[in-house]
């Protein structure tokens, strides 16, 4: 049966002297009512089947006066209450009976016309109304595009723990599934932008409502990101586009087991292999490693201390981070001597395309709280592969809690093609496989002659020490590039190991259990944290204008060159500050890191004369 908006209009004591609502201005409505009508989808009106009753009523503690107030100040514009029978009522805040009577005009606010809000709030609940009856706001798929993941050990509930509210389209998405539904809806209806700030919203609206994706979009999705680098020296802004042009594949990305206790299960990521520009897509783009792009969901800690409490109740942010490849195999293979394994996964390109809009909808608007055991970077990585795989059942019904977890589940669904690591050897030189340092720097010490001497006991040794044992090994063998490389390899490693521990050390004096009165009365606290305010003045969020969902091409503010420059300037000077610090405090592990670098510096030398 045909939707049917009818409207009853009431007095109050509120309305005081304006009296009755006059026949121009009913006239006007039922015009509106028209227009909305015809715009709403079909499938809503055919839905429909009861009539629905409008009413004006006073929904505020105190009047309205002006409706671009109600952006600043949130207040209730209508309400629907749940019904029983065939007919439906929408409750409208009596503000909307004077500014019909203004007519039509601009406003402050996200729906950019007094009208436009009145037609999007009207159109809010309708939904609400269809909503009541199928159940739409309870769909997986909704729930999970909206961000309602299930949470929990044992019993599990849909929860949405974005705390990003500056980049929603509306904060009032995140109170229930119900109002996610339809706060989206008026806007997938109202904002021609819609489609391309939240894509994986519109084309589940699209599907659902049976219309054509992009009747109402006049943009283009923007393919940008950015992506501060770790090198922020050489290159603190890299500026990449998630071009699907240029996707060959995705990759699960398992880092193994760590030995830090958050990392015991390994670790959950995703490469995106995009080939160079020009190149046709085909298994060669796998050796175009620069291309490559890393998506990691990690606890955002900025603290210099790890608080593992912390981590099991929520309290540090959970993100979507776009990492190089080079610089995150480095990471897990020297840093912390872990194996990499990058699985690739049988995706058609339609489930591509879904994965790349989600990976950038959480990039841009996406906060969440990191829990340990309930809402870590193998359950969000899940969580993405749902979006994308709307139509894979074994996915959708699948809830993992750990990365090994995940990947157990991508090899048994065939998703992943395991097959790729049957020969290890051949996987590392494809670029399937990355392992740990563990077995080359065995290799290293036994070419230096020390079978022996485990890497662990080795790197204790002082640096003038270990000097020795590479003049020593220089002298006796022929090779000397060999030795010299070899050597290089070991004091590298060995370099970035006393980086973490001095680090650790230096956030255990100042913000532990214990701290040093004398260094906290070095300002080296203050220091740091005016360090890391500096680094977030390079965050991707600092060079947008408002707006919600992915940035449009014209959201972006150019960054002059001259601010990069400044940043970069003031970062040294607070380094050089906390180095001297450094040297202060803690002479002896300064004095070890220096006698590294020096043992760096000459077998460099060797390599170069050779």
Not at 214 to 227: G, L
Not at 439 to 467: A, M
Not at 470 to 495: C, F, G, K, P, W
Request: glycine share 4%.
């Amino acid at each position: 049966m045909k939707l049917t908006i009818w409207l009853l209009i009431l007095t109050f004591s509120a309305i005081g002297s304006e009296g009755l609502f006059s026949n121009s201005s009913s006239l006007e409505l039922k015009t509106l009512l028209t227009e909305l009508e015809s715009e709403l989808p079909g499938k809503i009106s055919r839905d429909l089947d009861s009539k629905v009753k409008i009413k004006f009523s006073s929904l505020n503690n105190k009047e309205i006066s002006e409706l671009d107030q109600n952006c600043h100040e949130k207040m209730i514009l209508a309400r629907t209450p749940r019904f029983t029978t065939n007919e439906a009522v929408i409750y409208l805040d009596q503000v909307f009976l004077r500014e019909l009577k203004r007519g039509e005009r601009s406003i402050n606010c996200r729906h950019t016309t007094n009208f436009k809000l009145i037609k999007a709030t009207i159109a809010h609940e309708l939904m609400h109304i269809y909503d009541f009856k199928n159940k739409l706001s309870q769909k997986s798929q909704f729930l999970n595009i909206a961000g309602f993941i299930a949470k929990g050990l044992v019993v599990k509930k849909r929860t949405n723990l974005n705390t990003m509210l500056e980049r929603s389209v509306d904060p009032y998405e995140f109170k229930n599934a119900e109002e996610s539904l339809a706060v989206n809806f008026e806007h997938f209806l109202y904002d021609s932008s819609f489609q391309c700030r939240k894509p994986s919203m519109a084309k589940f609206f699209a599907e659902e409502l049976n219309l054509a994706q992009s009747q109402n979009s006049h943009c283009d999705i923007n393919k940008k990101i950015v992506m501060t680098s770790q090198n922020i020296a050489s290159t603190p802004i890299l500026v990449r586009d998630l071009d699907f042009s240029r996707l060959y594949e995705i990759h699960y990305l398992f880092a193994g087991k760590g030995e830090e206790v958050m990392s015991r299960f390994g670790h959950a990521m995703f490469r995106l292999v995009f080939c160079a520009k020009g190149k046709a897509k085909g298994p060669s783009c796998l050796n175009d490693l620069s291309e490559h792009v890393v998506i990691s969901f990690r606890a955002n800690i900025t603290d210099m201390t790890t608080n593992y409490a912390k981590g099991i109740n929520g309290e540090y942010p959970s993100q979507l981070f776009f990492l190089t490849l080079p610089e995150v195999v480095n990471e897990y293979t020297k840093g912390e001597f872990r194996d990499v394994f990058s699985l690739p996964m049988n995706l058609t390109d339609k489930q591509k395309s879904a994965f790349l809009h989600r990976a950038s909808e959480l990039y841009w608007s996406y906060k969440g709280k990191y829990y340990f055991f309930t809402n870590n970077c193998a359950t969000e990585a899940m969580n993405l592969l749902k979006v994308a795989m709307t139509d894979n059942f074994e996915v959708q019904k699948k809830e993992v809690v750990t990365p090994l977890g995940l990947n157990d589940f991508l090899i048994k669904t065939k998703i992943g093609n395991v097959e790729v690591f049957n020969d290890l050897k051949l996987a590392e030189k494809k670029g399937y496989f990355f392992p740990g340092l563990t077995e080359k720097l065995k290799l290293s010490l036994k070419l230096i002659g020390l079978n022996d001497l485990s890497f662990e006991d080795f790197s204790k040794l002082s640096g003038e020490k270990r000097l020795e044992y590479y003049q020593a090994a220089l002298e006796t063998h022929s090779d000397q590039v060999a030795i010299a490389a070899n050597a290089l390899r070991l004091e590298d490693v060995i370099m970035r190991s006393k980086e973490i521990l001095f680090a650790k050390k230096l956030g255990n004096e100042l913000f532990g259990s214990d701290p040093n009165p004398l260094l906290h009365e070095s300002n080296a606290g203050q220091k740091i944290k005016e360090l890391q305010m500096l680094y977030g003045k390079l965050s991707p969020d600092k060079f947008l204008k408002p707006g919600y969902g992915i940035p449009l091409t014209d959201e972006f503010y150019e960054i002059p060159t001259s601010f990069v420059l400044e940043i970069n300037e003031q970062i040294k000077a607070y380094t050089h500050d906390l180095k001297n610090i450094a040297q202060e405090f803690f002479h002896n592990e300064v004095d070890e890191l220096k006698s590294t670098m020096n043992n760096r510096l000459e077998m460099i030398k060797i390599i170069g004369i050779k």
